[in-house]
């Protein structure tokens, strides 16, 4: 089983930038893959970002990419979320999620654990 939470929201002007952190409790984190999602309110929870077992292959959500980047730190058992350029539609919480197998790598149904969620808000 993974334990996750996450830190690092907050608010920030439209422009700004926030890094996030996944951390996990589990000596199996190096064998997840880590997903970051966000669900603003009134709206379905949406897949920004996934990062390999081993780091070496990420995936973005077209609204995440070039703006966002994933990267993991495996001895640290940590995922971060670098959020640059952030625009006010970003609002919303972010949770990270974990699992060993996946298929579709930005649909939260296809992960098993999740953190509480971190709350990030962008204004104009």
């Known amino acids: 089983q993974v334990q996750l939470a996450e830190s690092g929201g907050g608010s920030v002007q439209a422009g700004g930038s926030l890094r996030l952190s996944c951390a996990a409790s589990a000596y199996t984190f190096s064998r997840n893959y880590i997903g970051w999602f966000r669900q603003a309110p009134g709206k379905a929870r949406e897949g920004v970002a996934v990062?390999?077992?081993?780091?070496?292959?990420?995936l973005y959500a077209a609204s995440a990419k070039g703006r966002f980047t994933i990267s993991r730190d495996n001895a640290k058992n940590t995922v971060y979320l670098q959020m640059n350029s952030l625009i006010p539609e970003d609002t919303g919480v972010y949770y990270c999620?974990?699992?060993?197998?996946?298929?579709?790598?930005?649909?939260?149904?296809?992960?098993?654990?999740w953190g509480q969620g971190t709350q990030v808000t962008v204004s104009s």
């Open positions: 990062i390999s077992r081993g780091g070496g292959t990420t």
């Open positions: 999620a974990a699992e060993s197998q996946v298929g579709r790598y930005l649909a939260h149904a296809s992960y098993q654990y």
